[in-house]
Each structure stands twice: as structure tokens, then as C-alpha cells.
């Protein structure tokens, strides 16, 4: 993604512009995971450095790139349909969103804690953890957004150039990987070691350690090490899990619309004893013969 030199950032970008909309973002899907990923270790007390105006300035740069997304999709001149209208109504909601965010994490510098308590868990209801915890409430559901985003653009860039799209080279990835790289896009993965062993959290579909060996393996995967927050107070902070520069491109030629997300069913409501019709005997009987 593009870097203005006098941005404080809190992360590192191993990963070039990409060359499509689709591609970009799912780039910057990665880094609104990556910036909650850094305000999550602040709010847990886990942060190298808890200097609020760098998570201030890497919010500034999210709402820049979200910005820079819409333009890239408007650029493609794709035709006219609710989807591509949606998609970049959504993203105009994410880049006011992180800009929300940047007031409340400019707000944080002016409560500054203590030097001898800055690497305290800072109290989530005053001062810093305020600012810091509704900042994080704004982009948390940032990432996902972005990769539905990616999912819908890409549909409608395959019904625009459906050759040129199937004459790039993807890599051949089952229906499971794929949806590992889904999650992964999402910002849903991450990797603890504890006694020996590694664990692996996960949000909707189910990722085991072989599996994604096997996708480190052929570099479309990476572990960064200790830079998602723990999963408990007083816990260590865990490994995220991140799209490489050929999984981004991977996924991008690969993601349909909708994404193949596995969602819980939403729950059904029940209905009240006044809104239930009268039973029959025959129909009495036959809800104890099931019991």
C-alpha cells in the first residue's frame, strides 16, 4: 500500500500495491488487522510503545487507503449495479469510521499515563483505555468488510473481462484452503504455544497446525510472532497469521461473491405461547412421542 514519508506507522508493509482493486483490498484488509492487532495489545497492556499519537497517525493512514480503494474501484468504470454501489458505500462508511477513530486516538495523547505505569493495562472506563477501547470499537469489524468488499468487486470484474480473468494463473487451492485464506484475509487467525504446543484460534471454520503448514509452505502464508493480543488478562500476546504477497494475489483470482465464509446460522425467534396455534390431541401426542 502507498506510504506517505511522514507517517508514524505502526507496522511494517511487506506487501507492494497490488495491481488490482481486488487485490488492494484484500492488502488493506491486512492492515486494518494489523492496526487493531496494535490497539488491542495497548488496551491489554502488552504495546512496546504506548505513545498515542503513532496509532493515531497509522488511523489517519487507514482512512487515506480506504479513500485510495474507492478510487481504484471507480477507475475500473465497472457498470452501473447495487453491488458495486454497496461495496463502495461500505468502504466510504470504513474510511469515516477510521477517521472517527483518529479523533478518539488523538483525544488519548492529552491522557498520557504515567511513565512508571506505561506498560500498565490501562482502565478501559477513563483516560487512555477509553479513547483507545472506543478507537478499536470503530474498525473492529474493518477487516471483514473489506474482504466482502474484495469479493463483490471481484464478481463484477469477471462479468466485465470474464477471458482476461481466466487466463491469469492462479494457484489451485481446494475448497477448504480457500476458506483458510478467508479467514486468514479476515484477520480471524491467530497461533499460541503453550507447553510445547500450538493452538490455533479461529472465528468460523475450523484451521488446524497441518493445514497451515501446508500454505506456509507454498508462501502464501505467515506467522508474525507475538503481535496479536493474548487471548486472556495476563496471557502472551500470540502469532497473527497474515496473507503474503502471493496469497493476496491467490485469493484475489479465486474470491467469489459472497465469500464462503461459514456465518453461524442466525438465531430464530421464539415465538410466545399467545402467538403459538392451539394444539390438537394427535399434534400433543406427537410432540412427546419425539422428546
Do not use: W
Not at 483458510?180 to 503453550?194: K, Q, T
Not at 503448514?213 to 496479536?228: M, Q
Request: aromatic share 4%; hydrophobic share 40%.
Amino acid at each position: 500500500m502507498t506510504t506517505p514519508p511522514d507517517d508514524a506507522l505502526l507496522f511494517d508493509v511487506d506487501v507492494s500495491v497490488p495491481p488490482t482493486p481486488v487485490g488492494r483490498l484484500l492488502a488493506l484488509a491486512d492492515l486494518y488487522t494489523q492496526h487493531n492487532d496494535k490497539v488491542d495489545l495497548l488496551l491489554f497492556g502488552r504495546a512496546a510503545d504506548p505513545d498515542p499519537s503513532d496509532y493515531a497517525a497509522s488511523a489517519r493512514r487507514l482512512e487515506r487507503e480506504t479513500l485510495a480503494a474507492i478510487k481504484a474501484i471507480q477507475d475500473q468504470r465497472l457498470r452501473a449495479s447495487d453491488t458495486v454501489t454497496d461495496a463502495v458505500v461500505r468502504l466510504k462508511q470504513l474510511a469515516y469510521l477510521s477517521g472517527g477513530a483518529t479523533r478518539y486516538l488523538t483525544a488519548a495523547q492529552q491522557t498520557l499515563p504515567p511513565a512508571d505505569t506505561a506498560n500498565e493495562r490501562p482502565d478501559p472506563r477513563r483516560g487512555l483505555g477509553q479513547y483507545a477501547r472506543l478507537a478499536r470499537e470503530l474498525t473492529a469489524l474493518a477487516p471483514r468488510e473489506a474482504v466482502e468488499c474484495a469479493a463483490r468487486i471481484a464478481g463484477e470484474m469477471r462479468r466485465r473481462r470474464p477471458a482476461a480473468t481466466a487466463a491469469a494463473p492462479v494457484d489451485e487451492l481446494d475448497p477448504e484452503q480457500r476458506s483458510v485464506l478467508l479467514e486468514v484475509a479476515c484477520g480471524h487467525i491467530a497461533v499460541a504455544r503453550d507447553l510445547g504446543r500450538q493452538h490455533v484460534y479461529f472465528r468460523y471454520t475450523f484451521v488446524g497446525v497441518e493445514e497451515l503448514r501446508r500454505l506456509d509452505a507454498e508462501d502464501l502464508i505467515a506467522r508474525e510472532s507475538a503481535s496479536a493480543p493474548p487471548s486472556f488478562r495476563g496471557g502472551l500476546p500470540r502469532d497473527r497469521v497474515r496473507l503474503t504477497a502471493r496469497g493476496i494475489a491467490t485469493l484475489g483470482a479465486l474470491i467469489e461473491p459472497p465469500p464462503t465464509l461459514r456465518f453461524p446460522p442466525a438465531a430464530r425467534p421464539v415465538p410466545t405461547a399467545a402467538s403459538q396455534p392451539a394444539a390438537g390431541p394427535s399434534a400433543s401426542t406427537g410432540r412427546s412421542a419425539t422428546r
